[in-house]
């Protein structure tokens, strides 16, 4: 049972424009949301996170929305950049101990 | 570079058998986590481990098992090997007290089981 799904397993955005990545969850009682990105053969690099009590969260180029009605969390990159092009993986937490990650969205950032 | 190390980076062993893989984390981070990932799959959580306690448990098989030291490295021992334990298993460290409880990820150990 996939509490934390990516239902777009690839993305491919113009350098320059707007990148918007998708997922979704099942269960109302994540404490936080963090957003992944993953190059072959290294291990996911932490990007961005949202509690659950927000629902917006900037850093730089990345935003994060949590819409908690729709259990629905985004990323937002912009501009994007060809060195973005990755997996992301988003992934939630529950009690504070145990994370749930989705199947992940490679993204390609054409130049 | 993210601090967290793992060996070995390759392992490629017969069904039947047990294996270890090794995690030491980021220097001052109590907290180490295992996860399995396989081909075109996510990440599945398998388990938690804080200052040398267990903290929770995901999708582990009871065919694996893992501790954390004193010294506050890991280890996950997998045992009666099959095929379809085949995967990467990451390891990630964290200080495990906010704000943004981000996770810091070795680069895997690759296990292939023949």
């Known amino acids: 049972d996939q509490q934390v799904k990516q239902n777009s397993p690839s993305l491919s955005v113009q350098e320059g424009r707007i990148s918007i990545l998708n997922c979704d969850y099942t269960n109302s009682m994540f404490d936080y949301f963090l957003w992944y990105k993953k190059y072959p053969a290294e291990g996911p690099t932490f990007l961005i996170s949202i509690s659950s009590i927000k629902d917006k969260n900037e850093d730089g180029r990345f935003t994060v929305f949590l819409n908690k009605s729709a259990k629905h969390l985004s990323l937002h990159i912009v501009p994007s950049q060809p060195g973005d092009s990755a997996v992301y993986f988003c992934a939630a937490l529950e009690n504070f101990n145990k994370f749930y990650f989705g199947s992940g969205t490679k993204l390609n950032v054409k130049p | 570079d993210s601090g967290v190390t793992q060996t070995p980076k390759h392992l490629i062993t017969a069904t039947g058998q047990r294996v270890t893989l090794r995690c030491s984390p980021r220097?001052?981070?109590?907290?180490v986590y295992w996860y399995q990932q396989s081909l075109d799959q996510g990440l599945q959580f398998l388990i938690h481990y804080y200052n040398g306690e267990e903290r929770a448990k995901g999708n582990i098989l009871e065919r694996f098992s893992a501790q954390q030291f004193p010294d506050l490295h890991s280890e996950l021992n997998l045992s009666s090997l099959e095929l379809g334990d085949s995967a990467l298993y990451f390891c990630a460290s964290s200080v495990t007290a906010g704000p943004s409880y981000e996770q810091y990820f070795g680069p895997g150990t690759r296990l292939t089981v023949t």
């Open positions: 220097s001052g981070d109590l907290s």
